[in-house]
């Protein structure tokens, strides 16, 4: 009796080590997993980031930056009005800016710095901008932001204007606009 007593408890023993072995291992191979998975996803974070810093250093597809505005002030300092003078010609197959010039496809830009969004009242704009009349103001920062990509900065409009991308062209260009009071 004692003899099978001891032999179940052996029996007994080794299937609870049995378990146990498998728990731990268990425990370890879970962990290992574990390990494995968050260090794939240390380098991958740490991938990503080093990659969108380089994009950026460099140039192609550095959207993020590129959507930055340019601020505009330190350029309007330097700003040439004749050479903005000259980069209007772009503007002229629909805008005029000759004082009580007529209004073409877009509307007459005369005293256009300083006033309302939507300034001509004798003018159907598109709703984006008319809904902001008595609003916003042109001013030079809206104006370089909307001039760099009209159609960004105001969804909606019906300035089909694909934009004046060199932020110096922007601020002459803005030069320009403020002698036409
Ligand atoms: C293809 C025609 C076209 C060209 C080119 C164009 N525009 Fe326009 N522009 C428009 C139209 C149309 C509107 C009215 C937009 C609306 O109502 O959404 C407009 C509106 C504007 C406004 C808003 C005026 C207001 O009273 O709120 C400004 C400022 C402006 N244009 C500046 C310029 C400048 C500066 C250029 C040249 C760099 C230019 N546009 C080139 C068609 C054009």
């Known amino acids: ?3 099978s007593g001891i032999e179940i408890n052996k029996i007994a023993g080794a299937v609870l080590l049995a378990g146990v072995i498998a728990m731990v291992s268990g ?3 879970e962990g290992l997993y574990k390990g494995t998975i ?3 996803f240390d380098k991958k974070e740490k991938r990503g980031y080093t990659i969108a810093g380089a994009e950026n250093a460099g140039s192609g597809e550095a959207a993020p930056a590129e959507e930055k505005p340019v601020d505009i ?3 309007m300092a330097k700003a040439d009005a004749t050479a903005g003078e000259a980069v209007s010609k772009k503007c002229t197959s629909c805008h005029t800016f000759d004082k009580g010039g007529k209004n073409g496809v877009g509307p007459n830009q005369w005293g256009l710095v300083g006033s309302s969004w939507a300034h001509k009242d004798d ?3 598109s709703a984006a901008i008319s809904a902001e009349k008595g609003k916003k103001t042109w001013d030079e920062q809206s104006l370089s932001d909307f001039l ?3 159609g960004k900065y105001i969804p ?3 300035m089909s204007f694909a934009g004046v991308p060199n932020p110096q062209d922007r601020a002459n260009l803005i030069a320009y606009l403020k ?3």
Do not use: F, R, V
Request: hydrophobic share 35%.
């Open 27 to 29: 425990l370890i191979a």
């Open 179 to 181: 002698t036409l009071k």
């Open 148 to 150: 760099a990509h009209p």
């Open 123 to 125: 003018y159907t704009y």
């Open 1 to 3: 009796m004692s003899d």
């Open 38 to 40: 968050a260090e794939e």
């Open 156 to 158: 909606g409009t019906k």
């Open 73 to 75: 002030k330190p350029l």
